[in-house]
């Protein structure tokens, strides 16, 4: 798909732009993966972030039933 001229205008004139590039700046120092540390997944982070949202969203935890089955395979 090919630009129009005046939005092919636009994305030069916003490349020069310093405040633009600033902006794009702060948003890539702020993008980040809450749940991984040190390069790994954080299970920990993960089920801390869950258990408040459900407590935020006022949701109440179903009761524990275990899984009754005698031959489970993945």
Do not use: C
């Not at 590039?21 to 702020?30: A, G």
């Not at 749940?35 to 920990?44: C, I, R, S, T, V």
């Not at 258990?51 to 935890?61: A, G, L, T, V, Y």
């Amino acid at each position: 798909m090919k630009l129009s001229e005046k939005a092919e205008k636009e994305l030069i004139e916003l490349a020069g732009s310093e405040d633009f590039r600033r902006d794009m700046e702060r948003l890539s120092m702020r993008n980040r993966t809450p749940f991984m540390k040190d390069g790994l997944p954080d299970a920990d982070a993960f089920i801390e972030f869950v258990m408040q949202f459900n407590e935020f969203i006022n949701h109440k935890p179903k009761p524990f039933k275990p899984m009754i089955d005698k031959d489970m395979k993945l």
